[in-house]
């Protein structure tokens, strides 16, 4: 097959590809591939740049790439799953290596404006990527159900409750809260860039809650070393998980708090850990010695290399930084379910971070030292989070006067 059934751009000087797939190896085995995954990316890389050679294909030239991929797999013998993978991969890192160009953006104008308000979330309120994330699913719905921008004109308050209205019975209190969070935020987008002519943000109403929030079952200190004692700290997993679990346990670190630790945040001769919390918040927590030795021997037994500088990575290729909480959230259920201390529901990383302020209080912490450590901006916020139980109460209940039982 000839060059013209796929160029159509300009003239360009024909890339080194053997020289590139040197470099496309050398960078999965800094990943932490193993070796025969390589070998085998190349076996399959190899045939397909010669196969361009001798089309007198340039790749550089090729403006659809997908079809070129297509005509060399038509080819006799070609396993057609682990031969797309393994070029796609090479084609995406000429493309992050500017070898060849990106690959041609075709967005919709609901998909444009959707991306438009999340890059203004970013570059302008400075919200975190996990906050981003709530929002991006809280407007996508939102901006297919009214089909904008097309109908914009045509959004009043009496849609927006409508809309609102059917998410509320598939789902949480707490969810619902969330979407009319988000939908305030984009509808203030909207009005600023003029898609709208009107503040439409107040038409949502606040989400109450008719009960207040159950508290989750609370890990005693004996609990806490329970579950630590579960973990295998033998094994490169284990390294990993007992470090996790000892900034979920001492320090009440949220799981994308421990997700977003980088290495240079661990200060050694300071003894403290700089800690990125909500709202692009940073605070120093001191470096327990617990929390501080199974770090040290995470990064001499476990983390092993890698170009990335968070602190936890993945354990499989390609190594780099866990990219979402729920992995650490996960890492925490498992280590519970060991220790036989599952409780029903659903459970994550924060059961750790309710303990900690509960047990503090039964040792006698005030609520504003609970929330130094805690990092909480509201004193309210921490004392959903300390867990006062009925035997507290009778030890600091004053007895009513002629009555001999205070709490029955």
Known sequence: M?????????????????????????????????????????????PFIQWTHTSGIRLCEVDDLDACIDAFLASPGRRLYKHRSALQAFLAYLREAKVLPPRPMERSTADALRHS????????????AHSIAAYAVSVRGFIEAMHLPEEAADLDARAIQRYLLTLSPEHAVATVKVYAAGLRSFLRFCLLKGLISRDLSTALPCIGRCQPKPMP?????????????????????????????????RLGLRASEVLALRLE??????????????????????????????????????????????????????????QDPSTVSAIAHRALERAGLLPRGRVGAHIFRYSLATRMLRH?????????????RCIATTQGYANVDLERLRDVAQAWPGKQEVVQ
């Open 117 to 128: 308000y999340l890059e203004h979330l970013q570059s302008q309120q400075g919200l975190s």
């Open 2 to 46: 000839s060059e013209q059934h796929f160029a159509s751009g300009p003239s360009c000087c024909e890339p080194d590809l053997d020289h590139h797939l040197e470099a496309f190896l050398s960078g999965l085995t800094q990943a932490g591939y193993a070796e025969n995954t390589r070998r085998g990316k190349a076996r399959r890389i190899v």
């Open 265 to 322: 945040d661990v200060h050694w001769e300071q003894g403290e850990l700089l800690v990125r919390g909500k709202g692009a918040q940073f605070d120093r927590l001191p470096l327990l010695q617990d929390v501080g030795e199974a770090i040290v021997q995470y990064l001499r037994v476990a983390r092993g290399h890698s170009d990335s500088r968070q602190l936890f990575l993945s354990r499989q290729a390609p190594r780099i930084g866990l």
């Open 364 to 376: 006698g912490a005030s609520l504003s030292e609970i929330a130094e450590v805690l990092r909480h």
């Open 217 to 249: 079952p609370i890990l005693s200190d004996e609990d806490i070393e329970r579950v630590l004692a579960t973990v295998d700290r033998s094994s490169l997993r284990g390294c990993r998980e007992f470090a996790v679990l000892q900034l979920l346990a």
